[in-house]
Each structure stands twice: as C-alpha cells, then as structure tokens.
C-alpha cells in the first residue's frame, strides 16, 4: 500500500524491506555477473577454431559405439584430412581419444574418467540436498526464516538448495545456482576458519577486503579474530554485514576426516530475527547440521564399503 504524506509518496514497511532485499540480490548478481564477464573479455576477444572444432570431433565420436575414420571424421567436420589428422593426434596423445580396430577412433578413457569425476561431484550434491533437506524444512518452519545450503567453490558459495517458510508473508528470496562471494560476512567466516592460519593471514591482507554495507569488516585484522572466533565456536553471525537489514548464521558440514563439504546458512530480516530469536535458531542449526554430517559421513563409509566388496 502506498501511503501519502505532505504530496510525497512513501512505502509501508514491508514493502520497503521487500524491495530493499531484491535490489541486494541483484547487486550481488551484477557484480557476479561483472567479474564473469571481466574474466572472460580476453577469451571472447580471441578466437579459437580448433578448440571448437575438437568439440564437435568428440561429439561425433560420442554418437558412435564403432568409431569413426580419419575420412569420415574429416567429411563431418567439412575440413582437410590433414588438420584432422594433427587433431587427432593430439587428442590421442592426453587420452581424449584411442584409435582401435580398423584405424577407427573412439573417445578415450581419459574423457571416462572426466565424466565419472563430474558424476560422482553432482552426486554428492544430490546426497547433500537428499540428507539435509528434512532439516532444512524444520530450521525454517521453527525460524521462519530462510534456510540455504551451498557447495564451496574457489570464489564462493554456491547455492543448491534453499527452503523459506511460505507461512510467513514476508521472507528473503534465494535461488539455486546463486553464488554468494567468499567473504561474505557469515559464509566466508566459516570457509576461512577451515584454513591454516597463515594461509588465511596472507589471503585477507594480498587484497582490499569488500565492503557490502556500512557494517562490513574491512580491517583484515578484524576479520582475521572474527574467523577464529568462528574457528573455536564451530558457527559465524553476520549482523547486516552482507546486506543492509538481513541477519545471517552459518555452521559447516563434514565429510569423512572433517573435511568441509557444504555450508548451511539462515537469512533472516533484522527487523524480527535477532537477539534470543537468532541464538536459540543458531543452537537448533548446528545440532542439525551435526547431525547431517554423521548421515553423510556413514553414507560415504558405506559407499566405500559396498565398493570394497565388488572388487573382492
């Protein structure tokens, strides 16, 4: 509803928090958006013929159980005999193709082996969403509030998996495939706390740190207590550190050898998530957090064991 006061227009509160929340995201999204974009200018800006031409080589191979020709490859492919030829060779020699019976080419075990890495990385993602989404559900039925579960990447955290109280009228939107950047205030606390201390000290003093709202840490030796305070205490707080009007606390979850997996976060809008409200949800997080690592952890034990077991 839009209120009038004085000939000016004014927005209640809760549309005002609504849209301060989504322009953040956007910001976030824009700047994401940014670096992907400044990284990739060179690349886009130079061509390289040969690269795509492999790809449509493996694709072909790809279709095929028999292999195909140098002849026929080159046909496809609408290119000489000899640039094909020098292709082939060098996709054989990193084991992207083999040649087999009857000077036919097929994919090569290498491209398995790449395949199998990719599956087995989605795969424990899916487990992760499998396992940790029951408790996602309660952490954001008992908090009302937002609960997001992201796999660490080496700029950040990457969300692949969220769930929101759809009771509550109001509530922080997240979307799968969001990338929120490593020192964010809550995330990257925790990220960094999984470090050796002087590969953290030199990774917070090599750069400039951000500065997302007014409340940011950008004093590395601030930031540098706040990770060991997440290092002792095993979970990280963010007061309106990432974005203006939104409280945030994040604990890890393990794999086998304590080994990170996966953060598991909660939003929430300051306003009405603070104080008792967030400590008591915080509590209920890691124990549930706690227990999604032992779920994880037998489940990869289990895996090996059932592996173990065919190779017997």
């Known amino acids: 509803m839009v209120v009038h006061e004085s000939g000016r227009s004014c927005l209640t509160f809760s549309q005002l928090s609504t849209y301060s929340v989504c322009m953040e995201e956007q910001f976030v999204r824009h700047n994401e958006q940014k670096e992907q974009n400044e990284e990739s200018t060179a690349a886009a800006n130079v061509p390289a013929p040969m690269v795509e031409r492999a790809f449509r080589l493996l694709d072909l191979l790809s279709a095929t159980e028999e292999g195909l020709t140098l002849s026929e490859l080159a046909r496809a492919l609408h290119a000489s005999k000899g640039s094909v030829h020098g292709l082939l060779r060098t996709l054989e020699s990193v084991g992207a193709i083999e040649q087999g019976e009857r000077r036919r080419f097929v994919l090569g075990s290498h491209l398995y082996d790449l395949a199998l890495s990719y599956q087995e990385r989605v795969g424990d993602s899916a487990r992760l969403r499998r396992l940790a989404l029951p408790a996602?559900?309660?952490l954001s039925k008992s908090s009302g509030e937002t609960v997001c579960l992201g796999r660490i990447e080496p700029k950040g955290v990457r969300i692949i998996e969220y769930v929101v109280d759809e009771e509550q009228a109001l509530h922080i939107a997240a979307a799968r495939g969001l990338r929120v950047p490593l020192l964010a205030a809550a995330t990257g606390a925790c990220i960094l706390a999984s470090w050796?201390?002087?590969e953290r000290t030199m990774f917070l003093h090599a750069y400039p740190l951000p500065h997302f709202t007014a409340r940011s840490l950008t004093d590395p030796q601030l930031y540098l207590e706040r990770v060991e305070e997440v290092s002792r205490a095993g979970i990280g707080f963010d007061y309106e550190e990432y974005l203006d009007g939104v409280n945030a606390v994040c604990v890890p979850?393990?794999?086998?050898g304590r080994a990170?997996?996966?953060?598991?976060?909660?939003?929430?809008f300051a306003s009405r998530w603070k104080d008792a409200a967030l400590q008591l949800t915080a509590q209920q997080l890691q124990t549930e957090a706690a227990a999604i690592s032992q779920s994880f952890v037998q489940l990869a034990r289990n895996g090996w064991e059932q592996q173990a077991s065919l190779g017997q």
């Open 253 to 256: 979850i393990y794999g086998i």
């Open 136 to 138: 996602m559900q309660r």
């Open 196 to 198: 050796p201390v002087e």
């Open 260 to 268: 990170m997996v996966a953060l598991l976060w909660i939003v929430g």
